[in-house]
Structures are given as C-alpha cells and as structure tokens.
T-cell receptor, first 116, second 113 residues
Framework: KAGVTQTPRYLIKTRGQQVTLSCSPI?????VSWYQQTPGQGLQFLFE???????NKGNFPGRFSGRQFSNSRSEMNVSTLELGDSALYLC???????????????FGEGSWLTVV | KQEVTQIPAALSVPEGENLVLNCSFT??????LQWFRQDPGKGLTSLLL?????REQTSGRLNASLDKSSGRSTLYIAASQPGDSATYLC????????????FGTGTQLKVEL
C-alpha cells in the first residue's frame, strides 16, 4: 500500500512569497502531523490534524498554517517567507491518536523548501 | 517540558560490530517511544515502536528496550553493515499529547567496510 506522499519534493521561493505544501496520508489514516527539520533546531512539531480538526499546534508564528480535508489529505501554508524558513518539511500520518492500537507514526519523504 | 537526548551524537564502527544507541527522556508520562532511521536527504523510516507497557521490541537485527521509570531507551544493532549507515532518531509520544512526537537530537552512524 502507498506510503505518505508529499508534494512538491523540492521548491525554491523568494523572501516574502508564500508556499503551500501538500500531504496525502496512508489510506485509512485520519491523523496528519507536520514537522520542520533544520540542521540547527532538529525536528520541531508544527501542527496535528485529526478528522479535519487541528488538535495540537507547535510554537511557530501565525505565518504557518494548515488544514485537513474530508479525505484526510492535508496542506500547510507559510506566508511571507523568511530565509529562516528554509527547511525540510515532513508530514506524518497514523491511524489513530495517542495510545490507540500501538499507533505507529509514518513519515513521508518531505518537501525541501529553499528561501532565497 | 519533555526533553529527549541521544548519545552519542556520532558513531563510526567497523562492519560486523554490535552497537548500542542511547536515548533518554525527562518526562516518563509517555504513551510510547519510536525509533526512526533517516538517510541523507530523505524522510524518516519507522524502525520499532515500544509501547509504555512493554520492555522491548525486536525486528531482525534490531532490538529496542524501554525503561520508562528511568527515562531511557536503547537501540541495539547486531552485526552492523554499511547499509546501516544513517541518522537514528528516537521520539516519544506524551500522554495526552495527541500525536505530537518529541524527537531526540539523533545519532549519526557510519559503518565502515
């Protein structure tokens, strides 16, 4: 079965622009989370969605937003891009939330964003 | 605030050696702990998940243990191979934290021929 799919894989944007990243979770998974990975800060949690509702939000400015659709696909948006937003953005999906059913969390290959 | 630390930060071993990667966390109120592998420029691959009620999990040459009371987990890799070269990350899922994973700093492993 297909894994977590993220698009686009690579993109270059200019400071001040905005970007939208897309994530399709594993079929049947209803929980989608987003993470930012940078060499300096490591992996940091952005937000989590379950059944179209944001359940958790990390410590990021309001320029970072997301949403989940009824088919569980998710998008995240970053507005007014800054150089420091250059990072690997990872999407993760799981069947349930928390301790239910062991709840292994699976990650996609990520979207590499470079802001110039 | 949960903090997760991994030691060592980097490790280089000859092929065939058995090795242990360490992960420690400050808050023992966890649902589970998951070990991941990340190859350069790639996403994360789930290796093992240990639920809070379990002591260890095994998959092939990998064995992960969990001591929740002391806030520690170890990943044991038997008979290491060059293909095991990657960064290994541990992550904990906190009780009541939804699906928010808190990641460790990672151990960069290089297995040499």
């Amino acid at each position: 079965k297909a894994g977590v799919t993220q698009t686009p894989r690579y993109l270059i944007k200019t400071r001040g622009q905005q970007v939208t990243l897309s994530c399709s979770p594993i079929s049947g998974h209803r929980s989608v989370s987003w993470y930012q990975q940078t060499p300096g800060q490591g992996l940091q949690f952005l937000f989590e969605y379950f059944s179209e509702t944001q359940r958790n939000k990390g410590n990021f400015p309001g320029r970072f937003s997301g949403r989940q659709f009824s088919n569980s696909r998710s998008e995240m948006n970053v507005s007014t891009l800054e150089l420091g937003d250059s990072a690997l953005y990872l999407c993760a999906s799981s069947l349930e939330v928390g301790a239910a059913s062991g709840n292994t969390i699976y990650f996609g290959e990520g979207s590499w964003l470079t802001v110039v | 605030k949960q903090e997760v630390t991994q030691i060592p930060a980097a490790l280089s071993v000859p092929e065939g050696e058995n090795l242990v990667l360490n992960c420690s966390f400050t808050d023992s109120a966890i649902y589970n702990l998951q070990w991941f592998r990340q190859d350069p420029g790639k996403g994360l691959t789930s290796l093992l998940l240990i639920q809070s009620s379990q002591r260890e999990q095994t998959s092939g040459r990998l064995n992960a243990s969990l001591d929740k009371s002391s806030g520690r987990s170890t990943l044991y890799i038997a008979a290491s191979q060059p293909g095991d070269s990657a960064t290994y990350l541990c992550a904990v899922l906190l009780t009541g934290g939804g699906n928010k994973l808190t990641f460790g700093t990672g151990t960069q492993l290089k297995v040499e021929l």
